[in-house]
């Protein structure tokens, strides 16, 4: 089994920053994609940016890019999702998310929660104007 373990959320002003970490237990060695989902109150819940571990491509919401960074950290397991500039528009329980090689997968299926096998529990970042 593998768990995934979001920290980091909390309230920031407009403008501000926020860093998102993921911690990755259990069986990993079949990991190959980590993404970072959000879902707001009464909204769907929507992609947010995935990378894979084997050659570091880095996939983003176009609204986030160029603010969201996404990376990872493989001798401890960890992903993160720095999130800069951040609008009240970004306020959202932030969740991970991991892709198991069981199969060849397309990246256009990075940016689908469907396609994930793992979750976490996600963690709350609010944005105040």
């Known amino acids: 089994q593998v768990q995934l373990v979001e920290s980091g959320g909390g309230l920031v002003q407009a403008g501000g920053s926020l860093r998102l970490s993921c911690a990755i237990s259990g069986r990993t060695f079949s990991m190959y994609v980590m993404g970072w989902f959000r879902q707001a109150p009464e909204k769907e819940r929507e992609f947010v940016a995935a990378i894979s571990w084997r050659d570091g491509s880095e996939y983003y919401l176009d609204s986030v890019k160029g603010r969201f960074t996404i990376s990872t950290d493989n001798a401890k397991n960890t992903v993160t999702l720095q999130m800069s500039s951040l609008k009240p528009e970004d306020t959202a329980v932030y969740s991970c998310?991991?892709?198991?090689?069981?199969?060849?997968?397309?990246?256009?299926?990075?940016?689908?929660?469907?396609?994930?096998?793992?979750w976490g529990q996600g963690t709350q970042v609010t944005v105040s104007s």
């Open positions: 998310a991991a892709l198991e090689y069981r199969e060849y997968h397309s990246s256009a299926s990075y940016t689908r929660g469907g396609e994930y096998h793992y």
